[in-house]
């Protein structure tokens, strides 16, 4: 056992841990931070995405003896974080239960079974912090190296869009079903 | 059939919908946002032990001895079980519960059950794993359903009944098909096949079991069934079923894959009960390729019949369907694998010739769009090369053949609600289809098909005569409602949907709805999520038991007011007239109707009405309604590395009416991207020593955000007499028509006829090559 020292999510936890513990088993069992999933334990399903430092990693692959002094960021830090600063700066006039990239999966129906999600809302956050306007290739790049299985990234490619719009204060882009539709035919099905 | 499942499908507050019919957030969409939501493998309890499974290395084996000591002696460990400590067998379908949550005395498959240890972590319980020995006799394996057809001996499974390795046999044969070949002006007859696939939910298998101070037993699990689990838990633990809780916690995604009583769930309850500490057990990701139940592998022989116009007149086929090791729902596999068949075309005479073999590989099972998604394949390509023989744009020729609304298929089921026809318009018309196909430069196409599918079956898995859907409500003082049912939301938002029921039906905000699901303590029973049958069950229970309570509200409201029920509206939290007098907030209303009524609570249930045909067989794949669904998809071909790059689909989906547009769209979406990855990239292959090629998210190939092309949800709506304010499923059909619109996108791209799944660059390079050789 080794004591370690991680900075999560803004607070500095000591705890103890195996040499060779993952930062995914540590976030998931010492710190009960559950909203960290594992999807397959191997670097090939990205459901475990984190933040360190604000860039995208898999905390399955990561040992959580090196990682500290780092920034860590789960997705259990977003919504606070993003309230605190609401509450911080007078400009802010939307202070929201959730953070604007969790809101627009929310209101995208990008949110299928969900256990793909804090690896993705945190991709995508990453994401619109070097971009604020990516185009849909720089979405799908972004987005690669986590898997999900129920949306067929439609809906999530849209949720990242629609934060974009949201932060630039852009209309919604239609969906393919919102535009008008055809005429039912008249004379019935035969 | 029972007054109370017909509502009809009008809104039910003078015909306007207020809640349904537009986007609404999911219940538990924040939850999921946030990381609030708990799946099973974010349950820990206080003492809990963790469990691993040993597994067989041998595809098949006859076990001689099992030595646990060494494992028993490890420090940590709590509780080691094989076959011995839990010999009853199960199995999904009553009539072929062939397996056992451990090997009792044969391995079937490379990664069959043995046996289980709990210890205080997983590491101990690994080792302790290691520790056990086992003498295995090895036997010699079937891996092919051929080999296992040729060689009976010895069996996979004993079955005095249906010797050879057969696990199911359906011949079904309507009208004279044989007569209809021999007269048609056009016959076209091929082989097609179908490789397997699995579901690869992002959330591996779990389960979690507490041994409860009161002698009971509780069992949080990963599963799309519960009420299922809940009656094989009792069965097998041998305990009373009220001895037992069953609770689905969140689910990290099932699409077919968690509708089995698994294994793990048995171990963990037993190992807890041994022990007397709650035991979690999760499966690695390596482990859920083997509890597989995927997509069957089918090799299939289609003979298609038409006259000179294209009018179908009759359709032959014979399949060879690849089971795996085990039963699961295969028996219902193999009348699906036919029985589906039969719309949206309409065809005078039709044969099917299915069997199921048993194989030494791990078990097949339902997969998303259940036992039809291969037969749909093969027809539909089909339905290409007869357009191409009659020099007929094929969606011209579907439209020849279209069934139509109430009417009856060649196999005797009951359509009500069809909207394919507008399905096809919508297709062609967002696509470009009349500009574009057959115009496209060498390489680059587009591909059209079509299909459909049930809303629910008629087919209860044990027989019996009691609600197949039911939901419980409770309102009081404090403007809450609560909706208790035992409906498995498996992320396709099944609860959401049940809460917009519920609030369009009493005039609450959506937010005043409280779900409880999948809870056997606490819900009325439902059975389960699978065969699409969710929405359209739950959902018309859910009217019915709102429209009990509705009615006391109403009343009370009226008494209190001196008006007549008709004239009062509830709407967006508030109880008013229609003609705009009178203004409470719903929780005075609710007072009102508590103070009359006292203690408010309601039930709602639904069956279906008597459906199918009147023959052994003729009810598997009645449905009280069915989906309609037509993709077109545009490929581009690369020539010279044989990749095909899938572009877009085109998704025009008849869900009868779309409750909540971007659930329905989301469905759709996610149906045509599995359905194209199953075309492309994804393969559950065994090599030939009964291993599996590559148990892992890298080496089984799922689609990326990069490989997945463009997908148009075009949402059709046919307003179903019988579903809940007419809808009908979303979550199935959609994945249909994308591995043969994509076969036949490709045949526009390049004149090529690719049969065979998956369409790997190699294929298309041999099938590109044999073109050349054949125009030199
Ligand atoms: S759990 Fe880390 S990548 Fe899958
Ligand atoms: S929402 Fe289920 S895996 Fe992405």
Redesign the interface.
């Known amino acids: 056992m080794e004591v370690l020292s991680l900075k999560v999510n803004g607070d500095t936890r000591c705890l103890a841990a195996a040499p060779q513990a993952t930062l995914l088993e540590v976030l ?2 010492e710190l ?11 670097g ?2 990205g ?1 475990c995405t984190v933040l360190l430092d604000g860039q995208p990693v898999l905390a399955c692959l990561t040992l959580a003896a090196l990682v500290q002094g780092r920034e860590i960021t ?3 830090g ?2 606070p974080a993003h309230r605190r600063r609401c509450a911080e700066s007078p400009c802010a006039s939307k202070q929201d ?2 953070h604007p990239v ?2 627009a ?5 990008a ?8 690896g993705m ?1 945190l991709s995508a956050t990453a994401l619109l912090q070097r971009d604020d306007d990516p185009k849909r290739e720089t ?3 972004a ?15 849209e949720a990242v869009e629609r934060a974009s719009d949201e932060h630039a204060g852009r209309e919604h882009r239609p ?3 919102e ?1 008008p ?2 005429e ?2 008249g004379e ?3 | 059939m029972a007054a109370r499942d017909q509502h009809g499908p009008q809104a039910p507050w003078r015909g306007e919908f207020r809640v349904l019919t537009k ?1 609404q ?2 219940v ?12 099973t ?2 349950l ?1 309890l206080p003492g809990m032990l963790y469990a691993r499974t040993l597994r067989s290395p041998h595809a098949h084996a006859r076990i001689r001895s099992i030595d646990t000591q060494a494992a028993r002696a490890l420090d940590g460990v709590h509780g080691v079980i094989t076959g011995a400590d839990l010999p009853q067998s199960y199995g999904v379908i009553p009539w072929t519960q062939d397996e056992t949550a451990l090997a009792t005395d044969r391995v079937r498959f490379v990664g069959d059950e043995v046996a289980a240890v709990a210890a205080v972590d997983e590491r101990t319980a690994e080792a302790a794993c290691a520790l056990i020995e086992v003498d295995f006799e090895v036997l010699p394996a079937r891996l092919t359903p051929e080999e296992a057809l040729a060689n009976p001996e010895p069996a996979i499974h004993h079955n005095e009944r249906r010797p050879g390795n057969i696990s199911k046999h359906v011949k079904l044969e309507f009208g004279d098909v044989d007569g209809a070949a021999a007269q048609a002006a056009q016959v076209v007859e091929g082989d097609f096949s179908f490789h397997g696939t699995t ?6 298998h779990c389960a979690l079991a507490r041994p409860d101070a009161d002698g009971r037993l509780t069992l949080w699990s990963a599963t799309q069934i519960t009420h299922y689990l809940h009656r094989a838990l009792a069965l097998v633990l041998g305990l009373a079923p009220e001895k037992i809780r069953v609770i689905q916690p ?6 077919g894959g968690k509708s089995d009583p698994f294994s793990l769930e048995f171990c963990a309850a037993k190992l807890a009960l041994i022990t007397g500490r709650p035991v979690k057990l999760l499966w ?2 390596e482990e859920v390729f083997y509890a597989h139940r995927g997509r069957h592998p089918m090799q299939m022989h289609y003979r298609t019949s038409s006259d000179g116009e294209g009018h179908l007149t009759g359709v032959d086929a014979r399949l060879l369907i690849d089971g795996g090791a085990y039963s699961s729902f295969g028996l219902v596999t193999t009348y699906y694998s036919g029985q589906l068949l039969t719309g949206p075309y309409d065809f005078p005479s039709y044969r099917f010739d299915a069997t199921r073999v048993f194989t030494n590989k791990p078990p097949c099972g339902p997969k998303r769009g259940h036992g039809s998604v291969q037969p749909r394949f093969a027809f539909e390509v089909q339905l290409d090369e007869l357009a191409e023989r009659l020099q007929l744009d094929p969606i011209e020729l579907r439209r020849r053949n ?4 109430n ?1 009856t298929t060649v196999n005797g089921q009951r359509i009500t609600s ?5 399905c096809l ?2 297709v062609e ?2 696509s470009g289809w009349r500009e574009r196909r057959g115009r496209l430069p060498r390489g680059h196409g587009l591909g059209v098909a079509g299909s459909m599918y049930i809303s629910g079956t008629n087919y209860p898995v044990y027989p019996n005569d009691m609600p197949q859907g039911g939901v419980q409500l409770k309102l009081d003082r404090s403007g809450l409602v609560t909706l208790f049912t035992g409906a498995n939301d ?4 099944s609860s959401t949907v049940l809460a917009g029921i519920v609030a369009e039906e009493l005039g609450v905000e959506p937010e005043a709805v409280r779900v409880v699901a999948a809870d056997t303590d606490l819900c009325p029973v439902d059975l389960g999520a699978y065969s699409s049958r969710v929405t359209f069950m739950v959902g018309n229970a859910a009217i019915d038991g709102a429209r009990k309570l509705r009615r006391q509200v109403l009343a009370a409201l009226a008494q209190e007011w001196e008006v007549a029920e008709e004239e009062i509206l509830l709407a967006g939290g508030r109880a008013g007239l229609f003609n705009g007098d009178r203004d409470l907030p719903m929780r005075e209303a609710f007072v009102l109707a508590e103070t009359r009524f006292e203690t408010l609570g309601a039930t709602g249930s639904y069956n279906t009405p008597t459906l199918g045909g009147d023959y052994r067989g003729g009810t598997i794949g009645a449905s009280p309604a069915y989906s309609f669904t037509a993709h077109v998809v545009e490929v581009r071909v690369d020539c010279e590395t044989g990749v095909i790059r899938c572009e877009k689909v085109w998704i025009a989906h008849d869900c009868g009416r ?1 409750l909540n ?6 469905q759709m ?6 359905g194209i990855a199953e075309a492309l990239f994804e393969h559950h292959t065994i090599n030939s020593r009964g291993l599996h090629a590559g148990p ?3 080496d089984y190939p ?1 689609a ?3 490989d ?1 092309p ?7 709506e046919s307003i179903d007499p019988e579903g809940p304010y007419g809808a009908k499923e979303a979550g199935e059909g959609p994945l249909h028509p994308s591995l043969p619109a994509l076969a036949n996108a490709v045949h526009d791209a390049l004149g090529l006829r690719l049969r065979e799944l998956p369409f790997t660059p190699g294929r298309v390079l041999r099938a590109l090559r044999s073109q050349a050789e054949a125009g030199s």
């Open positions: 998931r069992e009960g931070l559950t909203g960290c999933k594992q999807g397959c334990d191997k090939d399903c459901a789960t997705i259990e977003l919504a239960k959730l969790q809101d999966f929310d209101e995208a129906g949110l299928q079974c969900g256990f793909c999600q804090s809302i979405i799908r790049e987005l690669s190296g986590n898997l999900c299985r129920c949306t067929g990234y439609t809906q999530i490619i969906r393919a079903w535009q539709a055809t039912p035919a019935g099905e035969s | 986007p957030r999911k538990d969409g924040a939850a999921k946002a946030t990381g609030e939501a708990l799946f493998d974010d820990a579901h690869a939910a992002i959330e591996p969140c689910l990290g995604g099932a699409f690695t990701r279209l069934l139509g609304e009417t069809n909207g394919f026809a507008r318009d919508e018309r967002a498996i992320g396709q938002g779309a547009p971007v659930l329905v769209a989301g979406e996610g149906s045509a991207y599995m892992s998210l890298l799922l990326t955000s990069v997945t463009e997908l148009a949800a075009l949402i059709v």
